[in-house]
């Protein structure tokens, strides 16, 4: 009995220890945990939110970098294409030189011939009398016109035979016969000059119409080159449109490429801040679940405690209830000592058996008490487990997120090498742009320079007419002989 009302005590005490102890407790982990929750939603929420904004930054930069691609593919389409008119102008500007070329040659030897020509007729005509002179120049003309002279020579000296006929005068034999031999040795040298001069004039005549054809197929050939210097001045125009097009598309790719700059370095400077505040936040987050895990660990100890004590809480309820029925039989005995002394007068028996009654019950009243508080732990109990269950979820969740964040800001990090490569590139390209831009300014002012020296050398070097310049000044010579005959 003595050690029954002990233990009984005992286990009042450990109970009251223990109910004083926990009330305050599950309540207390609660609000903890419930504050903490929404401050890593919280942060979890803008780590989200933030990442969002990188990824919008990121899609906006892809997509700019794909339409700066896309331009600068067609910049340089439109560049291979000058590049590649400015090599056919090139081609056709020497073509056009080396046929300048040759004609110049050819119209210097033919103005050496057309020269040397004119020398010769010069010389041709200094040689003969006035009379062949004015014979000649019209033989030169025409072959009729000789003829015609001729018989009009024949005509008049018939006339004036005639005329000395009519009038019965006699001539004088002395005048006729030095008129005999006039006209022996006229004749004479009129068929050997006529022969002559027949030979001369046909060459004469084979060269004016090689002169001819040559001047005709010069004049061609010069309708053909202005024709062709009018189609490489409308080149040169539509090329220097496309100069000034792509010079204009260049000024604003580069004001477009500035305005970038500006927009991906305040970016970059806002990304990296950014960073910077994810990395702060990194930290944090890693404080965080450092003592989120020491506090895991807390708890997994207490729980162990906890563990523990139920043990220790079930082997008392065992040894209880072995008491219990233990006592049950002891009632049982008890009562049926009861039931053999009612019969008898009350004694001493009647006092003790009343003692035992009251201690039953308070032993029943310790039983029910015990029964109360296993209930209370083993609710306590399963609301920790929950609780912790719950606190793993949580963490695991967390270290999810956050691994997945770290995975995120690494992709981003990446993401920005990328696009800082490709600025690179584009800058790379804009430089290239501008010295083949450069490279064809020069060309077209070389080729500007070539232009104006091939006009003035073909406005100098124009071909004159030459065989209407020497037959113009024929005629004007025989006209001349005619007048100082006369």
Not at 223 to 244: M, T
Request: glycine share 2%.
């Amino acid at each position: 009995m003595a050690q029954s009302s002990s233990s009984g005590t005992l286990s009042r005490r450990h109970l009251k220890e223990h109910d004083a102890s926990i009330p305050g407790s599950p309540r207390y982990v609660d609000s903890e945990w419930e504050s903490k929750e929404v401050i890593m939603h919280r942060e979890l929420e803008e780590a989200k939110a933030r990442a969002g904004q990188m990824e919008k930054t990121m899609r906006w930069w892809s997509d700019c970098t794909a339409n700066w691609r896309e331009k600068w593919c067609e910049v340089r389409d439109e560049r291979n294409k000058a590049k590649k008119d400015m090599k056919l102008l090139k081609a056709k500007l020497e073509i056009t030189i080396k046929d300048l070329n040759a004609h110049k040659s050819e119209i210097q030897k033919l103005n050496t011939e057309n020269v040397h020509f004119r020398k010769e007729v010069e010389r041709i005509f200094n040689l003969l009398p006035n009379d062949v002179k004015t014979k000649d120049l019209v033989s030169v003309l025409s072959d009729k016109n000789c003829t015609k002279h001729c018989t009009m020579h024949k005509n008049s000296i018939d006339q004036d035979k005639l005329h000395y006929q009519k009038e019965g005068l006699s001539p004088n034999p002395e005048v006729v016969v030095l008129d005999d031999l006039q006209n022996k040795r006229h004749s004479r040298r009129g068929m050997v000059n006529e022969e002559i001069l027949l030979q001369k004039i046909s060459m004469l005549n084979l060269k004016l119409e090689e002169a001819t054809k040559t001047i005709v197929v010069e004049r061609e050939e010069k309708n053909s080159l202005h024709l062709g210097l009018e189609k490489l001045r409308i080149e040169i125009i539509q090329l220097k449109d496309r100069c000034e097009e792509l010079q204009d598309n260049r000024s604003d790719a580069l004001k477009e490429l500035l305005e970038i700059k500006c927009r991906f370095q305040g970016e970059l400077n806002a990304a990296q801040f950014n960073l910077i505040d994810e990395a702060t936040n990194r930290e944090g987050m890693d404080r965080r679940l450092a003592e989120l895990r020491t506090e895991l660990e807390r708890l997994q100890s207490e729980n162990a405690t906890e563990w523990g004590k139920r043990e220790r809480l079930e082997t008392e309820k065992i040894s209880l209830e072995r008491e219990n029925k233990q006592l049950r039989g002891e009632l049982r005995e008890l009562q049926e000592k009861v039931e053999n002394r009612r019969t008898r007068p009350i004694s001493s028996c009647d006092i003790d058996s009343k003692q035992m009654q009251l201690e039953l019950l308070e032993r029943n009243k310790e039983v029910t008490d015990l029964k109360h508080s296993q209930d209370k732990l083993k609710k306590i109990l399963t609301e920790k487990t929950t609780e912790l269950s719950h606190a793993v979820r949580r963490s695991e969740q967390y270290e999810s997120e956050v691994k997945r964040i770290r995975t995120r800001v690494e992709e981003l990090k990446k993401e920005l090498t990328i696009a800082q490569d490709d600025l690179d590139t584009t800058h790379s390209t804009t430089r290239k742009l501008q010295s083949t831009n450069e490279d064809l300014n020069e060309q077209l002012e070389s080729s500007r320079a070539q232009f104006e020296h091939y006009k003035n050398s073909v406005s100098e070097n124009q071909a004159p007419d030459v065989v209407a310049e020497i037959i113009d000044n024929t005629i004007h010579d025989g006209n001349e002989d005619k007048k100082i005959n006369k």
